[in-house]
């Protein structure tokens, strides 16, 4: 990203919740921790006079099939985790989908403790300064800049003097790099966090690691026991690509189950889930 489109963005103001700007980050990830396998994935952070959302870019094509189509969904679609903070708010709501058929509501307050450090350095044509924290059960390292006074981040991660153009964990198991910045449209909506958000269930995170255990033992159990309806002569894609027949998800549990165990890797590695030894 150039310097000069950067600044553009505070010509108009930079105080906090004041515009609508988009900033884009790519994220490089190990989905299992003992891979060498990264897994590249773009997400957005939208940060209006509402408040804050970060979500992968998998939403904002579908907004833009359902404005054209009035349908949701293409080629490759698949429903993700997002996270919103409020305008008000001293917490991030987590909107979690976990493979069933709802989305989950949980709640984390926004309380990094940061240590600045003197380091800087220019990428881009911004000069960037070092801060290092401890969230999640990892360490964190971030490079923000205060040339642009916006006090974000990517996820979770903010309350700096300056939004953050990188941050990475000390394994390098999730790097998050700033790559383009634009301004959103005044009558911009997201109609596919609005259905998300009005229908998730609200849970405490004690019930959420109930429910992804219960997953576990039973990785389909929503078709069978008929909240998930797959129509005559239908299939089910799961996340990896993979189409099933009903008859076929039986069979597949094992490995269904192996996957979990694999991809058990959060950002929040003090949220991974503790599946039952084999």
């Known amino acids: 990203m150039k310097r000069i489109a950067m600044i553009l963005l505070m010509l108009f103001g930079c105080l906090l919740f004041a515009q609508n700007d ?12 003992t891979s060498n396998e990264i897994t590249k994935e773009n997400y957005h952070l939208d940060i209006t006079g509402d408040g804050l959302s970060y979500y992968n870019r998998i939403y904002y094509i579908n907004d833009s099939v359902y404005a054209q189509t009035g349908k949701e969904g293409f080629k490759g679609y698949r429903l993700t985790s997002f996270i919103v903070k409020n305008k008000n708010s001293s917490s991030y709501d987590n909107y979690e989908y976990i493979g069933d058929v709802n989305f989950y509501k949980t709640g984390t307050p926004s309380n990094l403790v940061w240590k600045i450090s003197d380091s800087t350095k220019t990428v881009n044509e911004l000069k960037v300064q070092k801060a290092e924290t401890h969230f ?61 958000k009005s229908k998730a269930v609200k849970v405490n995170d004690k019930k959420l690691n109930d429910l992804k255990l219960e997953l576990y033992q039973s990785p389909f159990k929503y078709v069978f026991n008929g909240k998930l309806s797959i129509p005559e002569g239908k299939r089910l894609q799961l996340d990896d690509g993979t189409i099933l027949t ?33």
């Open 246 to 278: 009903k008859e076929e998800l039986k069979p597949a549990e094992k490995n269904e189950r192996k996957k979990m165990k694999s991809f058990n890797n959060p950002v929040e590695l003090d949220k991974a889930v503790q599946y039952p030894a084999d």
């Open 22 to 33: 988009r900033f884009i980050y790519q994220v490089s990830f190990k989905k299992d921790s």
């Open 136 to 196: 999640g059960g990892r360490k964190w390292t971030a490079w923000f800049t205060q040339e642009i006074p916006l006090s974000y981040g990517p996820y979770k991660f903010g309350g700096l003097p300056g939004l953050i153009t990188e941050i990475y964990d000390s394994r390098k198991n999730y790097i998050f790099t700033l790559i383009k910045s634009e301004k959103i449209p005044g009558n911009y909506e997201s109609y596919s966090l609005k259905e998300r």
